[in-house]
């Protein structure tokens, strides 16, 4: 019922997942697998990450297998937006994260420490 149809997720969405149906005039978007999560499995973008950029778990699994902040709290200008799914970043300054600062973030380049079993 909040959907109006802008289609400004389709832009946002790497992932292309995101539709504009016409019929409803409304976008179909990611439910997060419910299908899948609700019998205990990941959601499919996940469990088919060949690098594992795509994690599922909650915040205590995270912390005990990877190494990386988790952010949920993003600003857009004046507009505080929390999400339900998390982004992996090496430092994070107290608050959210301001999308349209313009500053240089400190990206994980390795959040899942992949390379560290190479050596």
């Not at 929390?82 to 430092?91: L, P, S």
């Amino acid at each position: 019922p909040r959907c109006i149809g802008c289609s400004n997720c389709v832009l946002a969405c790497p992932f292309g997942v995101p539709k504009y149906v016409a019929d409803f005039d409304q976008m179909m978007k990611c439910d997060m697998c419910t299908d899948r999560t609700s019998e205990g499995y990941a959601p499919m973008c996940a469990s088919v990450c060949p690098s594992e950029a795509l994690w599922y778990g909650t915040s205590e699994e995270f912390h005990a297998h990877r190494r990386g902040s988790l952010v949920d709290g993003w600003l857009f200008g004046r507009q505080a937006v929390t999400t339900k799914v998390f982004a992996v970043v090496d430092d994070v300054a107290a608050g959210p994260i301001d999308v349209l600062s313009g500053e240089e973030r400190g990206w994980l380049d390795d959040p899942f420490a992949l390379e560290d079993g190479a050596r």
